[in-house]
């Protein structure tokens, strides 16, 4: 649908300048970071923004330098982590939204609230529990012992977008479908798998982020670099002496697990385009 | 090319409401049929049933002789164009036409599905929007699309749920014309399912009336407008519809009604010997002519009523004029049911007249009215039924209907035989049913049109 009002140059003016002032106030912190990692150690209290001169000193020293053992196998535990987390809350969520869509069954709704309810339970007071928990049954630094506590935070969000998700999918599409001569099967691979993909995606990408972002878990549950993420990870730097801030390496380290984040949210752009579904039925 | 017949369909739900109660239609080949009747009716779980979306409670369906209650929807071989055209939006058009000749590869190589898409596109003039998507169709456009999907490949039959229920007027009355048109020159059975009884008179072959899950007629559009079976009926089918008027009886067919006495002939009265002192009468609009604008002689072979003019709407090619009247109590109550059954608003009790537009007649003046009374309809407030229906009569306006029928499509047939080429859509009125579908012109249409519209206007405007 074209916009058929047209808007006046003061409220292009005033919508231009909101942008700009959001556009700066989300990436400050960003580039700040940037122009963190890239000061040297003594140029860290340099007292401006800007580095004075560009250093690669602190990548070079999470990636191949005294900081390597910590950085590096906590990048791995959290990629493998959250990965294996978000496919499982995805899988395990089209299933429930799916259910909860198109099903009529007693007890649906409890289902929902119960997952809407999950998402506001605070982490902390369940931390100590489960460490104690998962130190006795043997997760307690564990892949495994990670992944279970993230599904909590991603599984609910997910059942909840893909549900939504779900109930804007024209069902008649199947029916259609079934007339044309489709099996049960090939109705749901031909018309709606390409339908939901894009909410299947967007939900996944939700989901990765929340799971990659977790700190307190990360820090409680885990003791080594067999399971430790990122974020907990990068608590553990230290400077080159005690008496040194780690804070270039550990910027450096932020702006490298930022990277995949970017990655793959550019890769998937195109999938989490919404109104697809548009124009399959009369609007 | 199907015959499809309906035993005593019922289907019920859950609750053990009966959504269908006991429908049996038969349905010839290449005829088409349409499923009419305000919200609620049933109809198109009728249709759900035929094409396989919704389970039959009891009875028999058969397609062609043989049961196919138990077939999956695709094992059934009918197509079908859903109310909201459920469009595959992640398709192009050219594969959206395509997708059921995609799913029986065997049958379709890829040179013949081209064909075909290209034979439908051209009927269907979407050659020029073949690589788009439909979000990016106009509604009429995404309507040819779903028709384009129905009649790709060679089903048994065509099944319609509303197809032109979201397009603007005017739209709808083209496509109106197109379906018929495409309709006989495909020479294939159809089952269309319309709320709209302009598009159940205009289209159909037949026409099945239903209410609240029950068949009420099911015959010619011709029969259901000059010999309906009982109130509901007569109420539901002409534009604007049918006048009805408490009359009293006073016996050998002298009726009394608020506008004066008149008497019915013999003919007419006969199945009234037995008819209760409160009857309910029904005259359709246009049985009205204005007394002034015709010889004293002519006056003399009909009845005159003498009434006041409450509003008039002038259309160009004729006037409405609005005749208040009072009904008594008993009336009122089987008038008031009435216009519940046919998703009515509680409509004020008045007559409608289509009058001559050369008539004078004006807000507030006394008019004369002249009718035939072999025009009129008795009908018995209790049960509804028509008493006055003539079953001969009837019998004979469906023989002529069927007759006619069968030559526009035994001459539909012959020139897809000769010509080997299928007329194109654009070819203006000449071709293949051109009795048939000359019905459908535009004009009845408007002026149906505007008769639905007018008169609701009046109903809210005070």
Redesign the interface.
């Known amino acids: 649908m074209a916009a058929t009002r047209t808007t006046s140059p003061l409220t292009k003016t005033l919508w231009i300048v909101a942008f700009v002032l959001i556009a700066l106030w989300a990436l400050f912190p960003v580039v700040w970071i940037l122009s963190l990692s890239l000061k040297s150690p003594s140029d860290i209290a340099n007292r401006q923004f800007w580095p004075t001169e560009l250093s690669w000193e602190n990548y070079d020293l999470i990636l191949f330098g005294g900081a390597q053992e910590l950085f590096l196998p906590a990048l791995r535990n959290s990629i493998g982590i959250c990965l294996i987390a978000t496919l499982v809350a995805v899988v395990l969520s089209t299933l429930a939204a799916y259910a909860i869509a198109r099903l009529d069954f007693p007890g649906k709704n409890v289902v929902l609230y119960m997952s809407l309810a999950i998402t506001v339970f605070p982490v902390i007071s369940i931390v100590t529990p489960l460490f104690n928990l998962w130190s006795t049954i043997g997760l307690y630094d564990t892949w495994l012992g990670l992944i279970i506590p993230y599904l909590s935070l991603t599984l609910p969000i997910s059942i909840w977008t893909l549900t939504s998700f779900f109930k804007e999918i024209?069902w008649?599409?199947e029916?259609?479908?079934?007339?044309?001569?489709?099996?049960a099967f090939?109705a749901f691979r031909?018309?709606i798998v390409?339908?939901a993909a894009p909410g299947v995606f967007t939900t996944a990408i939700i989901a990765f982020f929340i799971a990659w972002n977790d700190f307190l878990y990360g820090i409680s549950l885990t003791s080594t670099s067999a399971a430790r993420p990122v974020p907990a990870a990068l608590s553990f730097f230290t400077g080159a002496s005690q008496f040194e801030e780690p804070a270039g390496s550990i910027a450096a380290a932020s702006i490298v697990v930022t990277i995949p984040v970017i990655i793959i949210v550019l890769l998937f752009q195109r999938q989490i385009v919404s109104?697809?579904?548009?124009?399959?039925?009369?609007g | 090319m199907a015959e499809i017949e309906l035993r005593n369909l019922v289907k019920r739900y859950g609750d053990g409401f009966p959504a269908v109660n006991d429908v049996s239609l038969r349905i010839e080949d290449g005829e088409f049929v349409i499923l009419v009747g305000p919200s609620g009716s049933g109809k198109s779980t009728v249709l759900r049933m035929i094409v396989g979306l919704e389970d039959i409670t009891d009875g028999d369906l058969l397609i062609d002789g043989e049961r196919v209650n138990d077939k999956a929807p695709r094992d059934r071989d009918l197509s079908m164009v859903f109310q909201n055209y459920a469009l595959y939006p992640h398709l192009t058009v050219y594969e959206n036409i395509a997708f059921p000749l995609r799913l029986d590869k065997t049958s379709y190589p890829e040179d013949e599905v081209k064909a075909r898409v290209d034979r439908a596109a051209t009927m269907l003039e979407l050659g020029e929007h073949l690589e788009r998507k439909p979000a990016n169709l106009s509604g009429g456009q995404r309507q040819r699309v779903a028709m384009g999907r129905a009649i790709v490949r060679d089903a048994k039959a065509f099944l319609f749920d509303e197809p032109l229920s979201n397009l603007d007027a005017k739209l709808r009355g083209q496509m109106r014309t197109e379906i018929a048109r495409m309709q006989r020159n495909l020479g294939v059975t159809t089952v269309y399912v319309t709320h709209d009884q302009t598009e159940a008179m205009t289209l159909g072959d037949k026409v099945a009336v239903l209410k609240r899950g029950a068949l009420q007629q099911y015959a010619s559009p011709q029969e259901l407008y000059r010999e309906p079976v009982n109130i509901f009926v007569a109420g539901f089918i002409g534009s604007p519809s049918m006048n009805f008027l408490p009359v009293t009886n006073r016996g050998n067919g002298e009726l009394e009604s608020p506008f004066g006495t008149f008497r019915l002939p013999e003919e007419r009265a006969r199945g009234m010997a037995e008819a209760p002192e409160l009857l309910i009468a029904g005259l359709r609009p246009e049985a009205f002519q204005d007394a002034d604008l015709l010889e004293e002689d002519e006056l003399d072979r009909g009845a005159v009523i003498t009434a006041e003019v409450d509003v008039t709407e002038w259309l160009g090619n004729e006037i409405y004029a609005y005749l208040p009247f009072e009904a008594t109590p008993e009336v009122q109550e089987s008038l008031d049911e009435l216009d519940r059954d046919l998703d009515g608003e509680g409509m004020r009790t008045q007559v409608v007249a289509a009058l001559d537009p050369q008539s004078r007649v004006r807000e507030g003046d006394t008019v004369r009215l002249f009718f035939d009374p072999a025009d009129v309809m008795v009908f018995d407030p209790a049960t509804g039924d028509n008493l006055t229906r003539d079953e001969e009569r009837a019998a004979e306006i469906t023989r002529k209907s069927e007759e006619a029928r069968r030559r526009a499509l035994e001459r539909a047939r012959s020139e897809q035989g000769a010509g080997g080429q299928k007329r194109g859509s654009g070819n203006g009125a000449a071709g293949a049913g051109q009795s048939a579908s000359g019905r459908t012109d535009a004009g009845t249409g408007d002026r149906t049109a505007d008769g639905g519209s007018t008169t609701g206007s009046t109903s809210t405007g005070r």
Do not use: I, N, R
């Open positions: 024209p008649e599409l029916q259609a479908a079934q007339v044309d001569g489709a099996t090939q031909k018309v390409p339908l109104g697809l579904t548009s124009g399959a039925v009369k």
